[in-house]
């Protein structure tokens, strides 16, 4: 068994502070029995703590969690921190995701809680930012497929919520994200076949659609005329 750091992460008013995802390798058949997870350190890495509470375990395990692909930390508040937690069937050479999820945590890394409603458990998901314009909007991202091309997802309530943000994008893995720092409105996805962007603009339902083109759609309650 191996424990292999993934994404770092700094506290935005401490240097010393660290948070650590990471990957857990299994050698050989058997329940994994090093802890994994997230660890935090207050040291500038010197030492590190365990700091999975609240975040899913891999079956008969109980230091054991689930991989840690991705986290994010909020651009003012050091206390809130976002990550992945995900099981890949990588041990058996698959390397397919069969389960991945996005925690909370609002206590510095303390205890995490489950936070990804409406994205698919099945997702692989590897990316995590926060608008640091405005905290509230967080943007995750993974593995696509036909039904959900490109697989990223928006969340203007910290976590709480997520809708998908994807047309337009192919069905490939997007890995990496990023604001542009002058426009947040401005996002960049790396996909398996290049990098796509996406200028957001006002859509009060989040379906996807501009108000202002959905302003100008004919209305069932009003024919003839706009809603």
């Not at 401490?14 to 299994?26: A, K, Q, R």
């Not at 542009?180 to 379906?207: E, F, K, Y």
Request: glycine share 10%; hydrophobic share 40%; aromatic share 8%.
């Amino acid at each position: 068994q191996s424990v292999t750091p993934v994404p770092i992460v700094m506290s935005p008013t401490d240097s010393n502070t660290l948070y650590v995802g990471t990957f857990l390798s299994l050698q050989s058949g058997g329940s994994p029995t090093l802890a994994s997870g997230v660890f935090k350190s207050t040291d500038a890495g010197a030492t590190w703590v365990h700091s999975s509470t609240g975040l899913p375990r891999f079956a008969g395990s109980t230091d054991s969690a689930l991989d840690v692909l991705a986290l994010a930390i909020h651009p003012a508040d050091p206390n809130v921190l976002w990550a992945t937690a995900s099981f890949t069937a990588h041990y058996f050479g698959l390397g397919v995701p069969l389960v991945s999820y996005i925690y909370k945590s609002t206590d510095a890394g303390a205890t995490w809680v489950r936070s990804d409603s409406g994205i698919p458990p099945g997702l692989d998901l590897r990316a995590l930012i926060v608008d640091p314009s405005n905290p509230l909007n967080v943007y995750a991202s993974g593995a696509g497929s036909e039904a959900n091309p490109g697989a990223v997802y928006r969340s203007a309530d910290g976590g709480a919520t997520w809708v998908s943000i994807s047309v337009g994008l192919p069905a490939d893995a997007a890995t990496v994200l990023a604001l542009d720092p002058v426009d947040t409105t401005r996002l960049h996805a790396g996909t398996n076949t290049g990098v796509w962007s996406l200028r957001q603009i006002p859509d009060a339902d989040a379906d996807g659609a501009p108000n202002a083109i959905e302003n100008n759609a004919p209305s069932s309650s009003c024919p003839g005329g706009t809603v």
